[in-house]
Antibody
Framework: EVHLVESGGDLVQPGGSLRLSCTAS????????MSWVRQAPGKGLEWVSAISGSGGGTYYADSVKGRFTISRDNSKNTLYLQMDSLRAEDTAVYYC???????????????WGQGTLVTVSS | QPVLTQSSSASASLGSSVKLTCTLSSGPSTSIIAWYQQQPGKAPRYLMNVEGSGTYNKGGGVPDRFSGSRSGTDRYLTISNLQSEDEADYYC?????????FGGGTKLTVL
């Protein structure tokens, strides 16, 4: 069974930085692209960033491009999101999500972590 | 970039059926979309994807009461024999050129 556990969420001031982590178990981590998806309080889901299984390809939503950096350490089965120049509108629960990787589920997010809360406020 | 449109809310009675709609307003009409369920206070859960042909493929452990279909640019999630635990937010999602897009979500109330 796949298990994804996020950590690193905290209260941070506007303009500050934070690094989120997502540790995976129960899978061959390097075989799967991963994403970060966030959900502002009372709002819907918003895709933030994705990274290929090897880490060679990274992709970002326009809302975070130039401020956030996604990375992974396949030797540690861990996904990261470095968040810089944080704004109030970045306040959200951040989920890591695993790309199914093809087949019947295509590229849906078939496994999700429980989320970690990031609050940007002075 | 694809755009997905969902009604903000829906309601149906316990034991009845409901059909939720996700409209693909931009992007190929044959695009695959995925459906997710988010119960209150929980992380999203993958339910199924619906292909351009209308074929749907469910995730592990998803009850038979859940099914998918398609008509033109609309993708549907149908829930039969509604149970109280089906009260949740439902999101559709698709992907294109390394971008992922979610619909705004539908809040389903079971009466």
């Amino acid at each position: 069974e796949v298990h994804l556990v996020e950590s690193g969420g905290d209260l941070v001031q506007p303009g500050g930085s934070l690094r989120l982590s997502c540790t995976a178990s129960g899978l061959t981590f390097t075989n799967y692209a991963m994403s970060w998806v966030r959900q502002a309080p009372g709002k819907g889901l918003e895709w933030v960033s994705a990274i290929s299984g090897s880490g060679g390809g990274t992709y970002y939503a326009d809302s975070v491009k130039g401020r956030f950096t996604i990375s992974r350490d396949n030797s540690k089965n861990t996904l990261y999101l470095q968040m810089d120049s944080l704004r109030a509108e970045d306040t959200a629960v951040y989920y890591c999500a695993k790309d199914c990787g093809g087949g019947d589920c295509s590229h849906a997010f078939d496994d999700w972590g429980q989320g970690t809360l990031v609050t940007v406020s002075s | 970039q694809p755009v997905l449109t969902q009604s903000s809310s829906a309601s149906a009675s316990l034991g009845s059926s409901v059909k939720l709609t996700c409209t693909l307003s931009s992007g190929p009409s044959t695009s695959i979309i995925a459906w997710y369920q988010q119960q209150p206070g929980k992380a999203p859960r993958y339910l199924m994807n619906v292909e351009g042909s209308g074929t749907y493929n469910k995730g592990g452990g998803v009850p038979d009461r859940f099914s998918g279909s398609r008509s033109g640019t609309d993708r549907y999630l149908t829930i039969s024999n509604l149970q109280s635990e089906d009260e949740a937010d439902y999101y559709c999602e698709t992907w294109d050129s390394n971008t992922r897009v979610f619909g705004g979500g539908t809040k389903l109330t079971v009466l």
